[in-house]
């Protein structure tokens, strides 16, 4: 049961992909510390708990690895940035198949309760409950690009400059890597005449809704799949209520489901 939970959440395909970028394991010259364990079942414990939402304690035992170790595991990953590094992956991946849409990039964002943590803020369309607020930034079929953590009540505009500047270095099927959408679509609430100079001196061609008037339903055309791509990334139930302390802990496992929506694309060309 153990070798097949692992091999359905972590398939071949993605662990040559994530093998070669995994931090290695220095054992301390004077001995004791943490010993080393099987990193592909470590990493489909984390997997789990992203998909099924449960806490590192419930972990099952059919993994064969301790909670503790899983989450100490999952922290160091965090610190060396492999979430940021798989997500890339992949996307290269994609990229290399010309794949990805660059006639277009849509941004928006969701809230979400938070228990506790660092990066949360009182919600204002819950009752100023504490929450944080997920910006994503999509390529025109809806694969997430860039994706962020913030207070609740950071207004989305604010994260609007640093998902676009968060957009990697793509590979392409031909030439060098891409990083640059042809337009940016965006809802009223990312409108300013500061962000239309800005996306113009960069040029980018904006296609933001002005405030009084336009309606938005020429946007409603495009802004359907960035709301897909939401709904993709709340399908890990880890993201719909955070509970982690730490905000760059809820942004690696956002990290994470980004980098696996965008997989479940690739999977799907190579079958």
Same mark, same amino acid.
């Given at each position: 049961?153990?070798?097949?939970?692992?091999?359905?959440?972590?398939?071949?395909?993605?662990?040559?992909?994530?093998?070669?970028?995994? &931090?290695?394991? $220095?054992? !301390?010259?004077?001995? +004791?510390?943490?010993? @080393? #364990?099987?990193?592909? =079942?470590?990493?489909?414990?984390?997997?789990?708990?992203?998909?099924?939402?449960?806490?590192?304690?419930?972990?099952?035992?059919?993994?064969?690895?301790?909670?503790?170790?899983?989450?100490?595991?999952?922290?160091?990953?965090?610190?060396?940035?492999?979430?940021?590094?798989?997500?890339?992956?992949?996307?290269?991946?994609?990229?290399?198949?010309?794949?990805?849409?660059?006639?277009?990039?849509?941004?928006?964002?969701?809230?979400?309760?938070?228990?506790?943590?660092?990066?949360?803020? &009182?919600?204002? $369309?819950? !009752?100023?409950?504490? +929450?944080?607020?997920? @910006? #994503?930034?999509?390529? =025109?079929?809806?694969?997430?690009?860039?994706?962020?953590?913030?207070?609740?009540?950071?207004?989305?505009?604010?994260?609007?400059?640093?998902?676009?500047?968060?957009?990697?270095?793509?590979?392409?099927?031909?030439?060098?890597?891409?990083?640059?959408?042809?337009?940016?679509?965006?809802?009223?609430?990312?409108?300013?005449?500061?962000?239309?100079?800005?996306?113009?001196?960069?040029?980018?061609?904006?296609?933001?809704?002005?405030?009084?008037?336009?309606?938005?339903?020429?946007?409603?055309?495009?802004?359907?799949?960035?709301?897909?791509?939401?709904?993709?990334?709340?399908?890990?139930?880890?993201?719909?209520?955070?509970?982690?302390?730490?905000?760059?802990?809820?942004?690696?496992?956002?990290?994470?489901?980004?980098?696996?929506?965008?997989?479940?694309?690739?999977?799907?060309?190579?079958?």
């Amino acid at each position: 049961m153990r070798v097949d939970l692992s091999r359905r959440l972590v398939p071949d395909e993605l662990w040559e992909l994530l093998a070669p970028l995994m &931090p290695k394991f $220095v054992s !301390r010259p004077q001995g +004791g510390g943490t010993a @080393p #364990v099987e990193e592909r =079942a470590v990493f489909a414990a984390v997997v789990y708990v992203l998909t099924s939402g449960c806490a590192w304690r419930h972990l099952p035992e059919s993994f064969g690895v301790s909670s503790a170790t899983a989450h100490r595991r999952f922290s160091v990953w965090t610190e060396a940035g492999l979430w940021r590094r798989l997500h890339r992956a992949v996307l290269d991946e994609l990229g290399a198949r010309g794949d990805l849409d660059w006639s277009s990039a849509v941004v928006d964002a969701a809230s979400v309760r938070a228990i506790r943590g660092s990066l949360t803020g &009182p919600n204002p $369309v819950d !009752r100023g409950k504490k +929450g944080s607020k997920l @910006p #994503v930034l999509s390529e =025109a079929q809806g694969l997430p690009l860039a994706v962020a953590v913030s207070g609740a009540n950071m207004h989305d505009s604010q994260a609007f400059k640093p998902l676009i500047l968060g957009i990697p270095a793509v590979r392409s099927r031909r030439g060098p890597r891409r990083r640059r959408p042809g337009k940016i679509r965006a809802d009223k609430a990312y409108y300013s005449a500061e962000h239309l100079r800005w996306l113009r001196s960069r040029n980018l061609i904006p296609r933001i809704a002005r405030p009084g008037i336009e309606s938005g339903e020429r946007l409603g055309r495009h802004r359907w799949k960035i709301e897909r791509s939401i709904s993709w990334l709340f399908g890990y139930r880890r993201l719909t209520v955070r509970y982690e302390r730490k905000g760059s802990h809820f942004l690696a496992f956002l990290g994470l489901a980004a980098a696996l929506t965008c997989y479940k694309r690739l999977a799907k060309l190579t079958t």
